[in-house]
Structure formats: C-alpha cells, structure tokens
C-alpha cells in the first residue's frame, strides 16, 4: 500500500515542508505501507483552466492514481486551505475516489477551520476522511522558525496513521 504525505503549501520559507518531513519521519518507521512525501510546489501546476500545458497536469495525476491513502499537511491562510492546494485538488478528479485521507493542519488555531474546509472538499472528491486529526499551532509547536512539536502530537499522528491505514486498505476493495 502507498500513502502520501502532501503538502499543500507553495509558499517559499512556507513551514508545511518541516511538518510534512516530521509527518514522514515517523510514518516511515511504520511497516507495510510505502510512505511518500509529496510538496504540491514540485509540479508547478497551473491555475485550473489557465493553461494548455498540461504536463505537469499528467504527472500530478499520475502521481495522485498511484495512491492509495493521503495525509494533507495543509495550511490555514485565511481561515481555509491554501490557494495552492485547493487548486492541486481541482485539477486531479477521478483519481481521488475511494480513497482514504487523513490531516494534520497548521496555524495559529492550529489550522482547524482550514480542516473543516478541507473535510467539505474531500468529501465532494469521494475521499473518506478518518477521524483522528492534529492540529499544529504555531504559537507553542515552534520555537522561533524551528518546528519542535509537542511531545503528545506524536501520539496523535500514530492514531491518524493506524485509522488511515486500515481504512485505505479497506478502500482498495472499492471499484470506482
């Protein structure tokens, strides 16, 4: 099975990628399931409807089909996910169904209503989202630029990957 860790943050110096890089440190430990860390920033997508080339268009989808679960590490701007990743999620369809996903948001609320924006999303993909969530905030879970998350959070994680795991592979059983 192979999940992966996306980051939906473009921004430069954004903080998603040290997150998404813990969230892979400890999903690797894991056995059995092949994690992949992915930065939406890689594919230089374009806006949705902006652009004929469609390269990188192919290459994100291909990448999406491949998976079989999700871990969003998405950033709250705004009171919602990012412009970047809502886009990454608009211009892969069909390869999103049946699928599972799991988050850990980001932002001085811990990203919480970037979550619920994303849940929505999800869910309007045919992507089921499990239950156990962290929520990174950037007040206590930094130390000044340094990401230095609170010991509890590794716990959290471990719960939203055994819920992602089991429910991915139950997933796999559904024909699109």
Request: hydrophobic share 40%.
């Amino acid at each position: 099975m192979k999940i992966g860790i996306i980051v939906g943050s473009t921004r430069e110096g954004n903080v998603g990628k040290a997150i998404g890089e813990w969230v892979y440190q400890q999903a690797k430990l894991r056995k059995d399931v092949d994690y992949q860390l992915i930065e939406v920033s890689k594919f230089k997508l374009p806006m949705l409807g902006e652009s004929s080339e469609k390269s990188g268009i192919e290459n994100w989808n291909q990448t999406i089909r491949a998976l079989d679960g999700f871990v969003f590490v998405a950033a709250e701007y705004n009171h919602s996910i990012t412009g970047s990743l809502k886009n990454a999620l608009d211009l892969a369809f069909d390869p999103w169904f049946n699928k599972a996903a799991g988050m850990v948001s980001y932002g001085y609320a811990g990203g919480a209503r970037a979550a619920e924006h994303l849940r929505g999303i999800l869910g309007a993909l045919g992507v089921a989202d499990v239950q156990q969530h962290v929520l990174i905030n950037l007040n206590s879970d930094f130390d000044k630029q340094t990401f230095k998350p609170a010991s509890y959070q590794t716990g959290l994680l471990t719960k939203l990957l055994d819920q992602l795991e089991r429910w991915s592979k139950g997933l796999k059983s559904v024909k699109n």
